[in-house]
């Protein structure tokens, strides 16, 4: 890899680090400003959290596809860079937020500015041959993993001194990788390859997503990314909370089992996914990793006692093969041009999953504890068996979609 991209490519693997550890640094301690903005009204604090999550991820949905687009019309480092500042600016803003009203702003410009994740695919899928691709998302994995260990405990420590320390230390790290950005970071999409202009009905969330039916292998590999991202969700909607109900685990024993997930999600991505896609293929390497991801949470679901459920961990962890070659071969079923659109149409099914996993496995998990509907099944792992069966039904649709692939 020459020196240059290799470069380029790291900055985009630290850009995505430095997202999760911003965003993972406010995860301990905006939910205690927010009660402290009403009063210390737990249940006041709940239901406005709860808004503010809704309301990220619906500027997922609707921001994904237009920075995906724009960056196919005016290149990825503009659309990279802008968003870095912005989610820099952003942190700002809620540091010094005087109430609730700031901070809801706040999570809306994170909202739109978290979404250049769909440019940095776009950006990977510019500068990596095909055969490689893989391997470079599995390193984006893995940065995620390594943001998701890392941004709640240094969060945690930082909220201990002040509780609005953490937002300017995200705000720090994301306007100094901008910062860095502007000297390293080249344009991946020449103009040559770009799309010749902006257009609005294929850039709004509904026309974006549309794109994905171009073909019958695109749109199951779609499905399979959007029933792979509902069934994520009940990992941080319900996994401490039944935890706590089934185990009676610790806030410690709780944390070091969530940063077990992300080391292993790490590990998976850094280390496995290229070395197996070039024995195996992209198309088996993913099949394995939905399947592991099966055993995994059916055995969240189902563990009787805190050994296997710790077992489970590992197995969860080997679902991360499943990511990287999934989003590697939808890059192969549109042109060079049309790779920030597709991008951000994936982004906007991310962000329709979180909307919806949240609602769903809180649901599910009420209907199946002590006065539920479903109460006499003892099954309080009733989310965790539900995401294995979304799961399950993802490894068959990727496995029928891809019949054709020879990869």
């Not at 103009?191 to 202009?197: D, G, H, L, M, V």
């Not at 792979?228 to 009676?248: D, K, S």
């Not at 590990?267 to 995994?296: D, H, K, N, S, W």
Request: aromatic share 12%.
């Amino acid at each position: 890899m020459r020196g240059p991209r290799r470069a380029a490519l790291a900055f985009i693997f630290v850009t995505v680090v430095l997202d999760m550890l911003a965003l993972g640094m406010i995860v301990p301690v905006l939910p205690m400003l927010v009660q402290n903005f009403e009063g210390g009204n737990t249940a006041r604090a709940a239901e406005i959290y709860g808004v503010f999550g809704t309301v990220w991820a619906m500027m997922q949905f609707l921001a994904s596809p237009i920075l995906g687009s724009l960056s196919d019309r005016f290149g990825r480092r503009a659309v990279i860079l802008i968003s870095c500042f912005g989610l820099g600016a952003d942190y700002i803003v809620m540091a010094v937020a005087p109430t609730v009203g700031w901070l809801l702003i706040g999570r809306v410009l994170s909202g739109v500015c978290a979404a250049t994740f769909a440019t940095a695919t776009a950006y990977i899928a510019d500068t990596t041959p095909l055969d490689k691709r893989a391997g470079s998302y599995g390193m984006m994995s893995a940065a995620f993993g390594l943001g998701f260990v890392l941004g709640p405990a240094i969060g945690g420590w930082l909220g201990a001194i002040g509780p609005r320390l953490p937002f300017w230390v995200a705000a720090a790290f994301s306007l100094a990788n901008a910062m860095y950005g502007l000297f390293v970071l080249p344009e991946s999409l020449p103009p040559e390859r770009r799309s010749r202009q902006f257009v609005w009905h294929t850039a709004n969330p509904i026309g974006s997503i549309g794109m994905l039916r171009a073909n019958a292998e695109l749109f199951g590999l779609a499905a399979v990314s959007f029933l792979m991202n509902i069934a994520h969700e009940a990992l941080p909607t319900v996994f401490v909370l039944y935890a706590a109900y089934r185990f009676q685990w610790s806030m410690r024993t709780m944390g070091t089992a969530l940063a077990g997930i992300g080391v292993c999600s790490a590990v998976v991505g850094a280390v496995l996914v290229q070395p197996l896609v070039e024995r195996l293929g992209e198309r088996r390497v993913m099949a394995i990793g939905l399947l592991f991801g099966v055993a995994g949470f059916a055995l969240y679901g189902l563990a009787a006692t805190s050994i296997w459920f710790a077992l489970a961990i590992p197995l969860t962890g080997m679902w991360g093969l499943a990511g990287p070659p999934m989003q590697s071969l939808t890059t192969r079923c549109v042109g060079e041009s049309e790779q920030g659109q597709l991008q951000g149409a994936l982004g906007s099914l991310r962000g329709i999953a979180f909307m919806i996993g949240p609602i769903l496995f809180t649901t599910v998990f009420a209907a199946f504890l002590d006065r539920g509907a479903f109460h006499n099944w003892n099954l309080p792992g009733a989310p965790f068996v539900l995401g294995s069966v979304l799961l399950a039904a993802s490894a068959f649709v990727a496995w029928r979609v891809t019949a054709d692939s020879q990869v």
